[in-house]
């Protein structure tokens, strides 16, 4: 039997979260506009995607913040290029609510194989930033890219579709994990940071399990506030596991901020003695709080500005 779900307070979270940023992001910087570079993506999307003009700048805007934050040392057509790609990954994940969305998308996969065509323009347009993307890496890189891209596009119509069908408990322990790999399109944000103009896959490759493992943790931790704090999302990694584990989801979040510290203290260690690693890592971890911090999607500007709490 599951303990019953005590609620978690907006202070309960606060006080977990307050020293976990301080930890591993002292000295956050402000989030500067750069309308520039929010026009280029925005621009590209649209043209890309095919989208209603309307809907565009809620993915847009969260795509362009998630990128900024992350890579700020990429080329700049690198950069937009992600930036469409990411806001592809908003609007999937928002858009497979919708059963005629879903659809029209279940093809892309025979679409991408060159099996079968497609006038839908909004998979013709996933696959040409993709293909222009992987265009800049090696190539094991860039097969893990759009491996990790179509786990999350296949995995978001399942889910979609499935909502309430996945019956968890004790006995499957190990499928929290699991689906959670499938929808963190950790493998693809983590091979971003390394195009082949300046590395080689040796120099970092055994770095990115722990890159992609954060970036589904801390996504945990700091979704918290508005998936279960605010909100009641069925089906996150939390709930899943603290149903397969028995115990309140407060304490699963609690142990996911230990895990999440536990990961990227030994990132940080992997890189010791190697000051460009280590600087490729400390940009992907403070950007990735960053971006949390600075895109409305998770509420956390409800607590005031984060320079006046993140030291």
């Known amino acids: 039997m599951t303990k019953a779900q005590p609620p978690v307070s907006p202070e309960e979270f606060f006080r977990i979260i307050t020293p976990f940023l301080n930890e591993i992001c002292p000295n956050l910087p ?91 323009q909004y998979i013709k347009g996933l696959y040409s930033i993709l293909h222009d993307i992987v265009s800049h890496y090696e190539w094991y890189a860039g097969d893990m890219i759009f491996k990790s891209t179509m786990d999350f596009v296949s995995i978001n119509i399942v889910e979609a579709e499935r909502t309430g069908d996945f019956m968890v408990s004790p006995s499957t322990k190990l499928f929290p994990d699991f689906l959670r790999q499938k929808s963190g399109i950790g493998e693809a944000y983590a091979f971003f940071y390394f195009p082949e103009s300046d590395w080689k896959l040796g120099d970092y490759f055994t770095l990115i399990p722990d890159i992609a493992g954060i970036i589904e943790q801390l996504n945990d931790v700091l979704s918290f506030y508005k998936e279960s704090v605010l909100g009641n999302e069925p089906g996150t990694w939390i709930r899943q596991t603290s149903v397969c584990r028995g115990i309140s989801e407060y304490e699963v979040f609690q142990e996911r901020v230990d895990q999440c510290l536990g990961s990227i203290r030994r990132l940080r260690a992997a890189c010791e003695g190697n000051p460009r690693l280590l600087k490729t890592v400390n940009e992907f971890i403070k950007g990735y709080p960053l971006f949390h911090l600075n895109a409305g999607r998770y509420k956390l500007d409800q607590f005031g500005s984060y320079d006046g709490w993140v030291e």
């Open 30 to 120: 402000p989030f500067a506009p750069d309308e520039a570079f929010k026009n280029e993506v925005f621009n590209k999307f649209a043209a890309a995607s095919g989208l209603p003009e309307d809907t565009i700048p809620h993915f847009v805007n969260t795509g362009e913040v998630l990128t900024r934050c992350f890579y700020p040392s990429l080329p700049r057509d690198l950069q937009v290029s992600i930036g469409v790609l990411t806001a592809y990954v908003f609007s999937i994940d928002d858009q497979c609510a919708d059963p005629e969305f879903r659809e029209q998308l279940k093809p892309y996969r025979s679409v991408f194989l060159g099996k079968s065509s497609t006038n839908l």
